[in-house]
């Protein structure tokens, strides 16, 4: 079967982008001073001349005139600058390219045949750990070792007193609102308790949501990782030498430690999935029930500061000791903003008072005006 015009003119045009795919890599090579992650670059460089060679073959049966392309403007501009200010600074540019040419040959007969989509995609991946940092750890990791940025426990407590946060400052601004109407002390309570229910509900629907399609993603990437493996065995095995590569480990090195996962079974696809995807498969991003029960707890731990006092006063003294107990709340949220923020303790409680207490004020403002009005 004939290639069509629109056909001629893809071939053409892939050539192009791997042409200059290839140029741009080996002014990388080029710039980079780490020699092993130089290393990389140029492996990655003599891929992309394949795949050149590939379209020019494509060109050829089809009996297409076709003259050696050279590097457009574009990949000319982004290799001097890479010459000019490092290797490091290019990469965000490089990895959209090469997540690009992955969406377009994904679409391609002739490129999927080829196996060109999981090549895109395995450079788009190497680029990501490069873009950590050239050799050695990647800066999370040194973190991690340093004990500086508590990941785990720091985001469970980020994620605490943000979840307390948003039941506080949304009910204390709810039964403002309320009050501020002039509405009776029952109505207030209740009001404050069905803003407690809907918006702890609703958090944690939403935090279920959330961890569920994270997880459904997670399983789905690593299915899609699976039958790359059975398909593309070596190509695979490739990209893993190229990542351990990037990380600092010397060609041998690397080509050892992916051999020996290689050859263990299960530990080629687990491994694929922490280092390529950022993805554990054991964990997957956590229980979606917990996330959301805990979402639930969170909110209404925040929620119920505002609202308590109307369970036993009336009238002014109510709406006082409300906002005196959720200033008190506030404070306390500054100072749990401060552990992960490194901001000053009376800094971030001074300032989370009054974003609280000006959210307050406005509805208050607001309910003020409404009950006029009704009136």
């Not at 000319?76 to 377009?104: I, K, N, Q, S, Y």
């Not at 050892?256 to 280092?275: P, Y």
């Amino acid at each position: 079967m004939a290639a069509s015009p629109e056909d001629l003119s893809r071939y053409r045009a892939n050539l192009q982008g791997e042409v200059d795919g290839a140029a741009l890599y080996s002014a990388l090579a080029e710039a980079e001073s780490d020699p092993k992650v130089a290393e990389v670059y140029r492996r990655l460089a003599a891929v992309e001349e394949k795949h050149a060679f590939f379209w020019q073959q494509q060109l050829h049966k089809a009996g297409a005139d076709y003259h050696s392309a050279r590097p457009g403007f574009r990949a000319r501009a982004l290799a001097w600058l890479a010459r000019r200010f490092g290797a490091t600074t290019m990469l965000p540019a490089v990895a959209a390219a090469e997540a690009h040419d992955h969406a377009v040959y994904r679409d391609q007969p002739e490129a999927v045949a080829a196996g060109l989509p999981t090549d895109e995609k395995s450079h788009a991946r190497v680029i990501r750990v490069a873009m950590a940092g050239s050799g050695g750890l990647a800066g999370p990791e040194i973190a991690k070792l340093e004990g500086r940025h508590r990941s785990g426990s720091g985001n469970a407590l980020r994620a605490a007193v943000l979840g307390a946060n948003d039941g506080l400052v949304s009910n204390t601004s709810l039964v403002m609102g309320v009050a501020g109407a002039a509405a009776a002390e029952q109505t207030i309570l209740l009001a404050g308790l069905a803003g407690l229910i809907a918006g702890a509900c609703s958090m944690a629907m939403g935090e279920w949501l959330s961890v569920n399609s994270a997880r459904e993603l997670a399983e789905r990437q690593i299915a899609m990782e699976r039958d790359e493996l059975e398909q593309f065995p070596e190509q695979e095995r490739e990209e893993l030498i190229l990542i351990y590569q990037s990380k600092g480990l010397s060609e041998t090195e690397a080509t050892s430690v992916a051999d020996r996962l290689f050859a263990k079974d299960g530990a080629a696809i687990d491994t694929m999935a922490r280092e390529e995807l950022g993805i554990d498969p054991k964990e997957l991003g956590g229980s979606a029930w917990v996330a959301g029960a805990s979402s639930f707890m969170l909110f209404s731990i925040g929620a119920i500061f505002p609202v308590a006092p109307f369970f036993f006063l009336t009238g002014t003294m109510a709406i006082m000791t409300s906002l005196a107990l959720s200033g008190l709340a506030l404070i306390m949220i500054g100072v749990g903003t401060s552990l992960f923020t490194g901001r000053g303790v009376v800094f971030s409680a001074v300032r989370q008072l009054l974003i609280g207490y000006a959210a307050a004020g406005i509805t208050y403002g607001v309910g003020v005006l409404v009950g006029v009005s009704l009136n």
